[in-house]
């Protein structure tokens, strides 16, 4: 029995779940807080106490490196608007969506990809098929489908990230 361009593309997302499980698993609080170069884009303790993502509207030049802590809020801000996206619910602002802090950034990111699980188990192959706008302009003609291999492919780049950032720094460590 051929196999739906849904059943790939869940595959292709548990894989991906599973290459970055590995970094996951084993990051800790001084993890997230690394900064591995200057200038490096971080999240920040605002007066209130919430985290703050560094943020430029155009991209800097030279471009910061993001630790740990950023690429795990990266991830829940636009595995978030995705969502919402997808679920037809009001797209959240990048400033709403909060990061917990090292302690809770783990377990954040897998409760994510547990309600991305329910959005993926609510799709039909026919709805991978429908116009979406998101990430990219509503003129763009991409569909549902495409949206869901961005997600993919947007989780594996940025897990990767964490996980060359998790194992230069366990390098420098061991000195």
Same mark, same amino acid.
């Given at each position: 029995?051929?196999?739906?361009?849904? #059943?790939?593309?869940?595959?292709?997302?548990?894989?991906?779940?599973?290459?970055?499980?590995?970094?996951? &698993?084993?990051?800790? &609080? #001084?993890?997230?807080?690394?900064?591995?170069?200057?200038?490096?884009?971080?999240?920040?303790?605002?007066?209130?106490?919430?985290?703050?993502?560094? $943020?430029?509207?155009?991209?800097? #030049?030279?471009?910061?490196?993001?630790?740990?802590?950023?690429?795990?809020?990266?991830?829940?801000? $636009?595995?978030?608007? &995705?969502?919402?996206?997808?679920?037809?619910?009001?797209?959240?602002?990048?400033?709403? %969506?909060? $990061?917990?802090?090292? #302690?809770?950034? %783990?377990?954040?990111?897998?409760?994510?990809?547990?309600?991305?699980?329910? %959005?993926?188990?609510?799709?039909?192959?026919?709805?991978?098929?429908?116009?979406?706008?998101?990430?990219?302009?509503?003129?763009?003609?991409?569909?549902?489908?495409?949206?869901?291999?961005? %997600?993919?492919?947007?989780?594996?780049?940025?897990?990767?990230?964490?996980?060359?950032?998790?194992?230069?720094?366990?390098?420098?460590?061991?000195?």
């Amino acid at each position: 029995m051929a196999e739906s361009r849904l #059943d790939l593309l869940r595959w292709q997302f548990d894989l991906t779940w599973a290459l970055g499980e590995v970094h996951l &698993a084993e990051l800790t &609080a #001084d993890d997230f807080r690394w900064e591995p170069a200057r200038p490096c884009w971080t999240m920040r303790r605002s007066e209130d106490g919430a985290w703050i993502a560094d $943020w430029a509207d155009a991209e800097p #030049d030279p471009i910061p490196v993001p630790t740990m802590a950023w690429l795990s809020w990266h991830i829940g801000w $636009w595995w978030s608007t &995705a969502m919402d996206h997808l679920l037809e619910r009001p797209v959240r602002e990048r400033e709403s %969506v909060r $990061w917990p802090g090292p #302690d809770g950034a %783990v377990a954040w990111l897998t409760a994510l990809r547990d309600e991305w699980l329910t %959005v993926l188990d609510g799709l039909t192959d026919g709805r991978l098929d429908e116009p979406s706008a998101y990430p990219w302009p509503e003129d763009a003609g991409l569909t549902v489908g495409h949206q869901v291999a961005w %997600v993919n492919a947007e989780l594996m780049k940025n897990l990767a990230e964490i996980g060359q950032q998790r194992l230069a720094r366990a390098a420098a460590l061991a000195g």
